[in-house]
T-cell receptor, first 112, second 115 residues
Framework: AQSVTQPDIHITVSEGASLELRCNYS??????LFWYVQSPGQGLQLLLK??????LVQGIKGFEAEFKRSQSSFNLRKPSVHWSDAAEYFC??????????FGAGTILRVKS | DAGVIQSPRHEVTEMGQEVTLRCKPI?????LFWYRQTMMRGLELLIY????????DSGMPEDRFSAKMPNASFSTLKIQPSEPRDSAVYFC?????????????FGEGSWLTVV
């Protein structure tokens, strides 16, 4: 069965610093991978997705993610974090029938 | 274009009462999903529909939960009777089709508190 692991429950970074959020997946076939962001009291917004092709994917708000098949990873990165990036980030793998399986989420705190 | 629309946004109800959550998917989307988010269990898929037909309801916790999609632009999730452990955020989401590569768009959620 497919699963997603986000090893970090909380991460705190300084504004302007770089960010990397980790995601590891387990899936038997070619994975469809997603990163969503959830601001407090809001729904989930898609940041980026990987289906095939170039393993470095660009998303909205300056985020990017790199798919590494050998490591079963899809880590999210941003070169310079802004205070408005504080939110919870979810990695997900698309399974049969478009059933997304989500990780537990990583809460990002940004300190000024 | 309007996104996925959910109502009510917030509901507080007493244990034993019936709760109905409503969802309007994005126009033209054929697949609709109901997710539940709690602190303990994270985001869980409850049920999903394709072309108004329930495809997989294995995530529905028990018989107190039911979901319907009478037409392409409307779905309901009903809890009867409600219990305090049903308190959660319920998200409706939609996608163009059921293929694994289709992007799923989420509504802003219905925040349910059962007291």
């Amino acid at each position: 069965a497919q699963s997603v692991t986000q090893p970090d429950i909380h991460i705190t970074v300084s504004e302007g610093a770089s960010l990397e959020l980790r995601c590891n997946y387990s899936y038997g076939a070619t994975p469809y991978l997603f990163w969503y962001v959830q601001s407090p009291g809001q729904g989930l917004q898609l940041l980026l997705k990987y289906f095939s092709g170039d393993t470095l994917v660009q998303g909205i708000k300056g985020f990017e993610a790199e798919f590494k098949r050998s490591q079963s990873s899809f880590n999210l990165r941003k070169p310079s974090v802004h205070w408005s990036d504080a939110a919870e980030y979810f990695c997900a793998v698309g399974a049969y029938g478009n059933k997304l399986v989500f990780g537990a989420g990583t809460i990002l705190r940004v300190k000024s | 274009d309007a996104g996925v629309i959910q109502s009510p946004r917030h509901e507080v109800t007493e244990m034993g009462q019936e709760v109905t959550l409503r969802c309007k998917p994005i126009s033209g989307h054929n697949s609709l999903f109901w997710y539940r988010q709690t602190m303990m269990r994270g985001l869980e898929l409850l049920i999903y529909f394709n072309n108004n037909v329930p495809i997989d309801d294995s995530g529905m916790p028990e018989d107190r939960f039911s979901a319907k999609m009478p037409n392409a632009s409307f779905s309901t999730l009903k809890i009867q009777p409600s219990e305090p452990r049903d308190s959660a955020v319920y998200f409706c989401a939609s996608s163009l089709d059921v293929g694994a590569g289709n992007t799923i768009y989420f509504g802003e959620g219905s925040w349910l508190t059962v007291v």
